[in-house]
Nanobody
Framework: QVQLVESGGGVVQAGGSLRLACATS????????MGWFRQAPGKEREFVAALSWIGGYIDYADSVKDRFTISRDNAKNTVYLKMNSVKAEDTAVYYCAAAWKKGIVVIRQGAMDYWGKGTLVTVSS
């Protein structure tokens, strides 16, 4: 069984920072890749960032590159998303997801194996 639980969402002012966390249990910490995705109101879910538990694979969507940082704590089986310089367009429900044996292209397309329930981030102006 796989559990992914997101936390850290809330209301943040434009230009501010927020850190999301994804606590994993079950088989999730044996996955190959963990990713963050988001879905804004009225829009499709989109890729934000991903990394591998082992090795140096890290990938970001162009829209968040240089503002967001994905990281992991293997000892705590937790993945983080640090969001800096947030903008109104970052408002969305943010989802954590886990994948096994998936390539970069399909990960970016959201072909993950397990998903969390999401945490809402609202950027106020």
């Amino acid at each position: 069984q796989v559990q992914l639980v997101e936390s850290g969402g809330g209301v943040v002012q434009a230009g501010g920072s927020l850190r999301l966390a994804c606590a994993t249990s079950g088989r999730a910490f044996n996955s190959d890749v963990m990713g963050w995705f988001r879905q804004a109101p009225g829009k499709e879910r989109e890729f934000v960032a991903a990394l591998s538990w082992i090795g140096g694979y890290i990938d970001y969507a162009d829209s968040v590159k240089d503002r967001f940082t994905i990281s992991r704590d293997n000892a705590k089986n937790t993945v983080y998303l640090k969001m800096n310089s947030v903008k109104a367009e970052d408002t969305a429900v943010y989802y954590c997801a886990a994948a096994w044996k998936k390539g970069i292209v399909v990960i970016r397309q959201g072909a993950m194996d397990y998903w969390g329930k999401g945490t809402l981030v609202t950027v106020s102006s």
